[in-house]
């Protein structure tokens, strides 16, 4: 497999995941120029922007750690514009969750981040 197919590939095992821990998927893969969010969903009154990190080992190091300042900047960026293009109101209650999977193991990291 590509590293395409394999980002598809756990992007569906977190949004399974995500669904049966009361999350509601509303968009997957959402892409603009600005830049790319892996999910989209609703949960516990928020709005949430979730990004997907998969490692199959930590020689690389740890899945979260991928997420750096320049990424969360444009998850952020991309995020706004989701809300202008949606016509989401202003006062949307809105975070950003980071799913991480280790191997075989799923957890989500909630309000992982501000908005930047």
Do not use: W
Not at 5 to 20: H, I
Not at 43 to 51: A, T
Request: hydrophobic share 40%; net charge neutral; with cysteine.
């Amino acid at each position: 497999m590509n590293k395409r197919e394999v980002g598809t590939k756990f992007e569906q095992s977190a949004a399974d995941y995500l669904e049966k821990n009361g999350y509601h998927i509303l968009e997957k893969n959402f892409r603009c120029r600005i830049g790319e969010i892996d999910l989209i969903a609703k949960s516990e009154g928020y709005l949430c922007f979730i990004e997907v990190k998969f490692r199959s080992n930590t020689h690389t190091g740890f899945p979260g750690e991928a997420i750096t300042p320049r990424k969360m900047m444009k998850i952020t960026r991309t995020a706004e514009y989701f809300l202008m293009i949606n016509q989401f109101p202003s006062e949307t209650a809105c975070r950003f969750d980071v799913v991480v999977i280790l191997e075989d193991q799923i957890s989500v990291i909630k309000n992982a981040f501000d908005a930047v």
